[in-house]
């Protein structure tokens, strides 16, 4: 199935949506619970919060961009201040899991638990629920999103399956939602973080070339430019949060800038523009559907 450009605003020739990850300390408790008594591990996530992040903003000030915030509940608990300052500065909160956990290893009932927590977290921390989902690292099932919607999630960005945002349904009723779709290239944290014990990546050998890594993003910039596409960045501040990498991020997102028709997107923007006319986001199913039938 050939996968054309998506419809844009007038003078649009393509979408740039940055998000960025605040999983802080828990993503490495995720990976091993001996990770809260680990002050050296748990360093490494605190960093992005108390260095990485007030560099990231003054960036995103600096070229007027507001991004989408995907925030763990334990985040929102543990740096109530970080996340209120968030949104006075015009970012948008989105959840991301309760504390970084793996919410295709959980049943049903235990998810809607932790997503139920996320949801009050991030609404005690900043005075609004999050109306916009992704996953931690890790897997979901259907009905994970489908808790989501329930919660009044109205968009996720957890999916790989496309370059353009799509409605998919998330349960036998009909329901659905707004996919952003991802690309682990577009993502700061699997060529950066580090760490012996626990040990990520498992089979070690990263930290990535800086260089390769910009030139990396520049690539798929570019190619999502050229066909009027959704490109969108996975950042973390504990990954892109320190001086060298700032500046390589700074690059970047001028190099973005630079291009004319330029539609940076929050989350919460592109749903309210996709909703006007969802014909023009079909789901992959009523696409394939249709391409059969032709």
């Not at 108390?50 to 740096?79: C, M, Q, S, W």
């Not at 290239?185 to 760490?195: E, G, K, T, V």
């Not at 990546?201 to 990396?216: I, K």
Request: overall charge negative; hydrophobic content about 35%.
């Amino acid at each position: 199935m050939y996968c054309k450009g998506m419809k844009l605003p007038e003078g649009k020739q393509c979408v740039a949506c940055i998000t960025v990850n605040l999983s802080a300390e828990f993503f490495w408790i995720s990976l091993d619970e001996k990770a809260r008594q680990m002050p050296k591990t748990l360093s490494l996530g605190q960093y992005g919060m108390t260095h990485g992040l007030p560099r990231l903003l003054n960036l995103l000030d600096e070229l007027n961009i507001k991004a989408t915030f995907f925030v763990p509940g334990k985040t929102a608990e543990t740096y109530p201040d970080a996340i209120r300052k968030l949104v006075e500065r015009g970012h948008e909160i989105a959840c991301h899991g309760y504390e970084y956990e793996n919410f295709g290893l959980l049943d049903y009932e235990e998810q809607k638990i932790r997503i139920g927590k996320a949801v009050d977290a991030i609404e005690q921390a900043c005075g609004k629920k999050p109306i916009g989902f992704r996953a931690p690292m890790g897997d979901l099932m259907l009905e994970t999103l489908n808790i989501a919607r329930q919660y009044g999630m109205i968009y996720s960005s957890d999916l790989h399956d496309d370059d353009r945002p799509y409605f998919m349904k998330v349960n036998d009723n009909g329901d659905q939602i707004l996919q952003i779709p991802v690309q682990w290239a577009n993502f700061d944290l699997p060529y950066f973080a580090f760490n012996y014990r626990p040990a990520f990546p498992a089979g070690q050998g990263r930290v990535a070339n800086y260089s390769n890594v910009l030139s990396n993003w520049k690539d798929e910039f570019t190619g999502h430019y050229n066909h009027g596409l959704c490109y969108t960045l996975q950042l973390d501040p504990q990954s892109t949060g320190s001086p060298g990498r700032y500046a390589m991020l700074k690059e970047f997102l001028q190099y973005v800038a630079a291009h004319d028709g330029v539609w940076f997107a929050t989350g919460s923007e592109l749903v309210d523009y996709c909703s006007q006319d969802k014909d023009s986001y079909p789901s992959l199913r009523e696409l394939a559907d249709k391409s059969a039938v032709e």
